[in-house]
């Protein structure tokens, strides 16, 4: 299984993230920020910008309790929220 290893905030709300296969991926979060746990990380960059990688889940989480499976991340698959699917970036 491939995990997240380091994180890196860049512009807006994308993160370049290293994996533990050594692929590293631009990622935009945006379309990802939605729902009640996300809403103040979408809204405030200082919040947002507080990410880290967690080595026991080996992906990226924020001191509010959120967290985006690394799968999705990996993958750019479609996180289902609020009832929404989430176009993938291909």
């Not at 890196?8 to 979060?29: I, M, P």
């Not at 945006?30 to 405030?44: A, D, T």
Request: charge should be negative; hydrophobic fraction near 40%.
């Amino acid at each position: 299984m491939i995990r997240v290893r380091s994180v890196r905030v860049l512009e807006g709300h994308q993160v370049k993230l290293g994996f533990t296969d050594g692929t590293d991926k631009v990622v935009d979060l945006e379309p990802y920020l939605r729902g009640p746990i996300f809403e103040s990380l979408r809204k405030n960059r200082a919040e947002f910008s507080k990410v880290r990688v967690d080595e026991e889940l080996a992906t990226i989480v924020w001191p509010n309790g959120a967290d985006i499976d690394p799968d999705v991340l990996y993958h750019n698959r479609a996180p289902v929220s609020q009832g929404q699917a989430v176009p993938s970036a291909q």
